[in-house]
């Protein structure tokens, strides 16, 4: 807004009211008086124009979009803890039970046993916030001595751990609750209350799907993987817990029966053949054009909530291709045995499969 009152803009505006029988020139008395009130107006017009922007949600950051955004009663979410399932045996590979409250070190990060799930299986919660939670697998070593264990595993992922929800994130929330009006279970009420469940990445709200009162939920974790069968069975609780289906026990109105169901993964295996730069083998490339295809699948997944079919696309992985460095050309691409591209089902996201290169 106040882009064109620049210090020269200012200076010279000044300047125009000074009369010119006086001496004005640079190093005169007048422009030396003149100058540091220009500079200093010009440092005002820049915070004014930043006091602007901090003032609406669309271009606010941080603490002020924070603040414009609780006036709505949507506020920042914070990072969560991921929920792992350990694995505990003593001799003979046999499955042993630990004491709950026992702590682990995998890499940097401690887990915690929270729950049993079975003799030998138990829920761990990461003592660190975040994704961190989500990545680590493999032996576990425990900070405590605990009797009669042999050997400890971190295995599946129950509930992913989240980081601290960004700005693009709680703006986008928000601009959603504004425009879309959610009130009463509709669907933009659902999907408010499902975003706000820690582990959900997104969801597909469909009405009446079995008829009056009835509504499915598809979810997505929040790493853009299928959920849990854990996360699933917390969040039907959460929303509307089977024994007392349709009685408003949970979030979902009283009368709404709600199925909650795990979107469906399917598995994407990618041929195609490169034609390379001069001294450049496929071997060199290989992890890289990999890497491509598999960002290319992520951001699939991370649009799935917004789209009502996926589609993955030859032009699109072909595009990818080219810009891993050393990659001349690409060409005769299928995807799944095919070479035309491959739409997927309303519930169902693109997994990682194989990457088969060949030379030109």
Known sequence: ????????????????????????????????????????????????????????????????LERRTAEYGINREPATKAKRKGLFFGAANAPVDVPLGSRFSIGSVTFV????????????????????GNTVFGTLLPIDYVPGLSRAELADVLVPGEDEETDAALRSRYLSAINEQPFGGNIADYKRKFDEIPGVGGVKVFPAWQGGGTVKATLIASDFTVPSAQLVNDVQTMIDPVVNSGEGVGLAP?????????????????E?????????????????????????????????????????????????????????????????????????????????????????
Do not use: C
């Open 113 to 132: 046993t929270v729950k049993k799930l079975a003799t030998g299986q138990f829920e761990m919660e990461a003592e660190t916030a975040g994704t961190v």
């Open 1 to 64: 807004m106040y882009e064109h009152l620049t210090y020269a803009a200012i200076l010279k505006r000044m300047l125009d009211r000074v009369p010119n029988s006086v001496d004005k020139r640079e190093g005169g008395i007048i422009y030396d008086a003149l100058a540091p009130a220009a500079a200093e107006l010009a440092l005002m017009y820049m915070e004014l124009d930043s006091n602007m922007n901090l003032s609406f949600a669309d271009t606010a950051t941080g603490e002020y």
């Open 272 to 360: 195609t053949t490169v034609t390379l730069a001069s001294g450049i083998t496929i071997g060199q490339v290989e992890g890289d054009i990999q890497q491509a295809v598999s960002d290319y699948l992520l951001s699939l997944r991370q649009a799935w909530k917004d789209e009502t079919q996926l589609v993955v696309r030859v032009s699109q992985i072909e595009a990818r291709i080219l810009g891993v460095d050393g990659v001349d050309d690409v060409t005769a691409t299928k995807i799944n045995g095919s070479g035309n591209n491959l739409t997927l089902g309303t519930e169902q996201i693109p997994t990682m499969g194989t990457v088969t290169i060949h030379g030109a």
């Open 254 to 270: 009283i009368g709404h029966s709600v199925t909650i169901a795990a979107v469906a993964a399917l598995t994407v295996n990618v």
